[in-house]
């Protein structure tokens, strides 16, 4: 039988999910409310854990593909005190390929290779029907029925209402990204401080990484707590008052880790959210969940790999059993929960000892996961 299935969110997880569908034969439209790929900025770059993103590309027919746009370099850590002084200075062997790290805009074009993707298709929610199947509303009005609704919309997700009412909270740390282009020819010395792949430093309850794109590019986020109520943040066009504030916020670092901040081109505030570490639902035929919009966690490198996963995991299930979907949802639904649950766990505890009290956890953290 032929099923009408449709997949909402063209991110990681959820293109996985279609990819590996449209490779076993079955039919599946992807909805995206952005007008195109390259709508938004793509943000930085991804490592994929060899047992979960790459298994998942793995299982899509793309790990060679991705074996050739990875960077295994981009593995390498490097950790500094907030004086300067280097605590870590890990770098993988050649043949290393445990968490090779890839631009998020380039595994999304890896992905999304002939797709069927309906973009600017806005959807408003989804409503499970009593005879089974769903209905999906969008922005303009419209509505359509599909067989199976996956909702890999992310954080925010318009299709999780029709499952749980859980929404996710504010875990009290934010973020603040900035960019530098062209770092090896416009700030060699800052090239050559972060290394082929990432670098952190850790202060109390503050912590400042920076992390390698290609082509010179480096992404660099400052991360703190502070009171939910600490006024207004600024927006984009005050990039010189962020400058100025987080300057302040790190004042005392090193002079060569402050000029991560100095020559940031732009500023993005993001407060961290996340959901219940036991989120789940009551199964509900017709609808289901992936990746953030099933159980967003804090970003510390398990999200889109798990959301990856989940995708081809469920796109298998459903390959195998055509002609009863519900079962395989279900079965995927039992499967997700108790993994996510000990991921979540782990982010969260990692989170609280990265951006802590402590630095010296922090450092602790990374000898316990790279010890060598």
């Given amino acids: 039988m032929r099923h009408r299935i449709a997949v909402v969110g063209a991110g990681p997880g959820g293109l996985t999910l279609a990819r590996v569908l449209h490779r076993h034969g079955l039919s599946v439209t992807v909805l995206e409310r952005d007008a195109g790929p390259d709508a938004r900025p793509p943000g930085g770059s991804l490592d994929l854990h060899e047992g979960m993103g790459q298994r998942a590309l793995e299982k899509a027919g793309l790990l060679a593909e991705f074996g050739a746009l990875s960077r295994p370099e981009g593995q390498a850590m490097r950790i500094l005190d907030p004086d300067g002084t280097v605590l870590r200075d890990w770098r993988p062997r050649p043949d290393d390929r445990a968490n090779p790290e890839i631009d998020r805009g380039h595994l999304r074009d890896l992905l999304l290779g002939s797709l069927d993707v309906r973009w600017g298709s806005g959807v408003t929610g989804v409503t499970a029907e009593a005879e089974g199947g769903a209905r999906v509303r969008f922005a303009d009005g419209r509505q359509e029925r599909y067989d199976l609704v996956v909702g890999a919309d992310g954080a925010w997700s318009r299709v999780r209402p029709a499952l749980s009412p859980a929404t996710p909270q504010c875990i009290g740390v934010t973020a603040v990204e900035t960019s530098l282009d062209e770092v090896d020819s416009r700030h060699p010395g800052l090239a050559r401080l972060i290394g082929d792949g990432s670098f952190a430093v850790y202060g109390v309850r503050r912590s400042l990484v920076a992390q390698r794109g ?83 966690m804090p970003p510390l490198g398990a999200g889109a790999n798990l959301a990856m996963l989940e995708g081809a995991e469920l796109g298998e299930a459903l390959a195998a059993a055509p002609a ?16 996510a649950r000990r991921w979540a766990e782990l982010t969260t505890a990692g989170l609280n000892r990265l951006v802590g009290p402590d630095p010296a956890e922090a450092i602790a953290l990374f000898d316990e996961v790279q010890p060598e």
């Fill in 324 to 339: 009863g979907l519900d079962e395989a949802v279900r079965a995927h639904e039992q499967r997700m929960w108790p993994r």
């Fill in 214 to 296: 290609s082509g010179g590019q480096v992404k660099v986020y400052a991360q703190f707590r502070a009171p939910l109520d600490r006024g207004a943040e600024p927006g984009p066009a005050d990039a010189e008052v962020v400058r100025a504030r987080l300057l302040e916020r790190y004042e005392g670092w090193a002079p060569p880790v402050l000029d991560l901040l100095r020559h940031g081109t732009a500023f993005v505030h993001r407060r961290l959210y996340a959901l219940p570490v036991d989120h789940a639902w009551p199964h509900v035929p017709g609808v289901t969940l992936l990746g953030d919009a099933a159980h967003l």
